[in-house]
Nanobody
Framework: QVQLVESGGGLVRPGGSLRLSCAAS????????IGWFRQAPGKEREGVSC????????YYADSVKGRFTISRDNAKNTVYLHMNSLKPEDTAVYYC?????????????????WGQGTQVTVSS
């Protein structure tokens, strides 16, 4: 069955870096755009970044532009989120999700399968 499994979260100091991974199984990854989302306590889940099926197009939320980089290795069935210059406000559970509609969007209704999430905490 379709599965997405995030890993790589943890506790990091402000200004630090983390790399999140999203391992996909049960479907052909290179047919799908993939998105990263995050949800902080008491807040709505928000889109962070998304990448096209071939990796040729990427999109970022304004809050992470210039600090985060999304990439994918279809041969390894994995999508990555490289996070640099982390801030306390980046603290959240981070989720990857499969885009079912084929357009680059952060609308959650466009995504049909979600991972379980990985916690990122930025604190000194």
């Amino acid at each position: 069955q379709v599965q997405l499994v995030e890993s790589g979260g943890g506790l990091v100091r402000p200004g630090g870096s983390l790399r999140l991974s999203c391992a996909a199984s049960g479907f052909t990854l290179n047919y799908y755009n993939i998105g990263w989302f995050r949800q902080a306590p008491g807040k709505e889940r928000e889109g962070v970044s998304c990448i096209s099926a071939t990796g040729g197009t990427t999109y970022y939320a304004d809050s992470v532009k210039g600090r985060f980089t999304i990439s994918r290795d279809n041969a390894k069935n994995t999508v990555y989120l490289h996070m640099n210059s982390l801030k306390p406000e980046d603290t959240a559970v981070y989720y990857c999700a499969r885009n079912r509609v084929g357009t680059m969007t952060f609308q959650r209704s466009a995504y049909d399968y979600w991972g379980q999430g990985t916690q990122v905490t930025v604190s000194s």
